[in-house]
């Protein structure tokens, strides 16, 4: 039998897996140009799927060339490059 600890741990978990849920927040990650489309977005690599995403940045950017990715508030239209990745040579 629970105490009565537990049974409020028990609700006060139940109520935050609930709002964890539907919870939004921006997701920051590290691809790779895969792809440059003519009409100037770049094809990036996220969990295994290709997306066509805006350079945030201006400029061009190069096949191959590792950059920073941001999904806004979770939004996956609203998805573009926010930086390049810049990797330092030890």
């Known amino acids: 039998m629970k105490t009565i600890g537990e049974n409020i741990l028990d609700s006060v978990n139940i109520l935050l897996e609930k709002r964890?849920?539907?919870?939004?927040?921006?997701?920051?990650?590290?691809?790779?140009?895969?792809?440059?489309n003519e009409d100037g977005t770049y094809q990036i690599n996220y969990m295994g799927q290709l997306y066509a995403v805006p350079n945030a940045l201006g400029g061009t950017l190069s096949l191959g060339q590792s950059v920073w990715v941001k999904i806004p508030n979770g939004i996956f239209?609203?998805?573009?490059?926010?930086?390049i990745n810049y990797k330092k040579h030890k």
């Open 20 to 36: 964890l849920k539907a919870l939004r927040y921006d997701k920051t990650f590290k691809s790779t140009v895969w792809g440059i």
């Open 77 to 83: 239209r609203h998805m573009h490059i926010c930086g």
